[in-house]
């Protein structure tokens, strides 16, 4: 009998920006933080609120959790297979 697996995850990949924005960040808790929120935007790429903005671009999204403090400016590729980091502020 085989186990049911969970719902597919969709990869994360940064923007050369947001790399540059982690390789500042110093501290575990922090660390933690951000590695929380990038798991549930991996998991539910949908999980926040669409920022407003025209179609010429990427649908920019944001994932706020104001208890880890951590906020993520992403958008999501056509097939929802991969997130793609713009923005990292923990």
């Known amino acids: 009998m085989s186990l049911p697996h969970g719902p597919r995850r969709a990869r994360v990949a940064l923007s050369d920006s947001a790399a540059k924005q982690l390789h500042a960040i110093t501290s575990e808790a922090e660390l933690h933080a951000l590695d929380r929120a990038l798991v549930v935007i991996s998991v539910d790429p949908d999980a926040d609120e669409l920022l407003p903005g ?19 400016v992403y958008w999501v590729t056509a097939l929802k297979t991969v997130v793609v980091v713009a923005f990292i502020e923990v």
């Open 54 to 72: 025209d179609s010429s671009g990427p649908h920019l999204r944001q994932y706020v959790d104001d208890i880890e403090r951590v906020r993520l």
